[in-house]
Each structure stands twice: as C-alpha cells, then as structure tokens.
Nanobody, 120 residues
C-alpha cells in the first residue's frame, strides 16, 4: 500500500509565498518522476511542475520564475515552493509520482490534494 500525503496549502495574499510538501509512504522500492498538478474550479487539471529522479525540472509557462520544485529522495518527499503568488494560482494542488512497488512494476499514485487560495 502506497500513499501520497500533501501538506502546506492555505490562504495567502497576492505576492505571498507558500511551500507545499508531498510525502510518499508504504511499500516503496524507489520513486521515478514526481509532479505537481493543479485544478481550478471549472477548469481541467494542469501540470504545474515536474522533477525527474535525477533532479531535472520542467515548469508550466505560467509559473516559470515563481515556482520551484525539489525533492528529498531520502525522505521520499517532493516540494513546491511558490513565490509571488497571484489570484490565478488559486486551485487544488495535487502531487503525482511514479513509484516502483516491486521489481518490474511501476504504478502512478496521486495525493488527496491541498487547497491554495490567493486572495486579499
């Protein structure tokens, strides 16, 4: 049984910062790529940031220069540092990871989501 648990969401004023965390636990042999997605009301879920197993990163154009994804492999945790937040960043943020659960088998897992609200 593998779980992803997110934390760090909340209410912040425009221009503020938040740091999201997502910790994986359970029967884990290793973790490949890890990602953050978000879904705003009435919109499709979109990829925000991606980090490979060796630390290579990619970002959505809308967050480049403001958000930073990182990971701590010893803790099976991925982070999303969000700076200069805008009202349009308001969404439920989900983490996603490709996890090796036994030799030759990789499954994709999702967290439960954490709400980020940017408002004055």
């Amino acid at each position: 049984q593998v779980q992803l648990v997110e934390s760090g969401g909340g209410l912040v004023q425009p221009g503020g910062s938040l740091r999201l965390s997502c910790a994986a636990s359970g029967s884990i042999l290793g973790i490949n790529a890890m990602r953050w997605y978000r879904q705003a009301p009435g919109k499709e879920r979109e990829l925000v940031a991606h980090i490979s197993s060796i630390g290579g990163t990619n970002y959505a154009d809308s967050v480049k220069g403001r958000f930073t994804i990182s990971r701590d492999n010893a803790k099976n945790t991925v982070y999303l540092q969000m700076n200069s937040l805008k009202p349009e960043d308001t969404a439920v943020y989900y983490c996603n990871a490709n996890i090796f659960v036994r030799p030759g088998l990789t499954n994709a897992y999702w967290g439960q989501g954490t709400q980020v609200t940017v408002s004055s």
